[in-house]
């Protein structure tokens, strides 16, 4: 069994005489939760309707489940997905929602509805009518609808539009646990990027439909986390009289020289008179270390101004 869930090649969808993405390669694991990053009009929903086959691609390939070779209609049915605004019946009630769509996809026995909706938190909605449902809830029964047939891969694209920051912190929560207790891998697509940090284990950036990175959370908190860069003239030297001085190991010594402090990282003072005192020019030293906003917009920016 392949250990990836999605993989794609080259993924290209064109439009008369513009691309609304181009050569784009994801790839995405069991288990993970894959945070799509990109503004608005960048190309995630296009990825994601790829993905679902709600369209089809002008290039390229998509491997789902390991397989390049696959009917849409078998792997529907381990995929579940909200695209946009999940599509609700307003004058039914939440149960009533879940029915009409078990039947619509053919899943057999009506236990799946109280399972799914005591999964969401819906489960004490009673006959309330969707209609009535707040904007958190109305989000809830949707996700519900994507999680009836018990998917494998669930994807969602923007699901915390419209909410307040109670409701984004609830979807949240919820989707780790369908992670954590379900095993369910997810991709999902957001441009609230403070959101996606606190809750994706990947992160693909997409820019003007072409996909600029994927990193690792790790990866992405290595390269956000504060610390002292220092250039020296003699950079090993260096970094042993800020060990010995500092009595610390916490730091790097890169392949361009550049040192990398993770301790006494505040400390600007202490640690140029450390270096002065002992012999060495300082070319460079400042505190780094961002957020994932500010990371995607210096990448943003960096390919704006190529």
């Known amino acids: 069994m ?35 990053i990109g503004q608005n ?3 995630k929903s296009t990825m994601l309707r790829l993905i679902t086959g709600l369209i089809f691609p002008t290039g390229g390939s998509i491997e789902l ?3 390049d070779n696959y009917k849409l209609t078998e792997v529907q049915k381990r995929m ?13 009630t939440a149960q009533q929602n879940l029915e009409v769509h078990r039947m619509q996809k053919g899943i057999p026995g009506k236990d799946c509805i109280d399972k799914t909706l005591e999964l969401v938190g819906l489960a004490d909605t009673g006959n309330k009518k969707a209609i009535n449902f707040s904007l958190g809830m109305k989000q809830r029964l949707g996700l519900a609808i994507a999680l009836l047939s018990d998917p494998e891969f669930l994807i969602l694209d923007e699901p ?4 307040d920051p109670m409701g984004i912190v609830e979807l949240r929560e919820l989707i780790k646990k369908l992670n954590r207790e ?21 992160f693909g950036i997409i820019h003007r439909g072409k996909l600029l990175e994927e990193l690792t959370s790790k ?15 003699d950079p090993s030297l260096g970094a ?7 009595f610390t190991t916490d730091f790097e010594v890169m392949p361009d020289g550049m040192i990398k402090l993770y301790s006494d990282f505040d400390d600007v003072r202490k640690v140029s008179q450390i270096l002065t005192k002992n012999g060495f020019v300082i070319e460079h030293l400042s505190i780094m270390g961002d957020s994932l906003e500010s990371y995607f917009s210096k990448l943003v920016g960096s390919v704006e101004h190529d």
């Open 2 to 36: 392949s250990e990836y869930i999605l993989r794609t090649n080259k993924l290209t969808k064109k439009y008369k005489n513009d691309f609304a993405i181009e050569n784009i390669n994801v790839t995405i694991k069991k288990g993970e939760i894959y945070g799509f």
């Open 41 to 43: 009009g960048a190309g």
């Open 65 to 67: 489940f390991g397989n």
């Open 80 to 92: 579940g997905a909200i695209i946009e605004n999940p599509a609700l019946f307003l004058n039914m």
């Open 160 to 163: 915390t539009n419209g909410l």
């Open 182 to 202: 379900k095993g369910f891998t997810v991709l999902i697509s957001s441009h609230i990027l403070s959101e996606l940090h606190q809750l994706a284990t990947k």
């Open 219 to 233: 990866e992405l908190d290595e390269k956000n986390r504060q610390h002292l860069q220092i250039k020296v003239d």
């Open 240 to 246: 042993a009289v800020l060990e010995n001085n500092l």
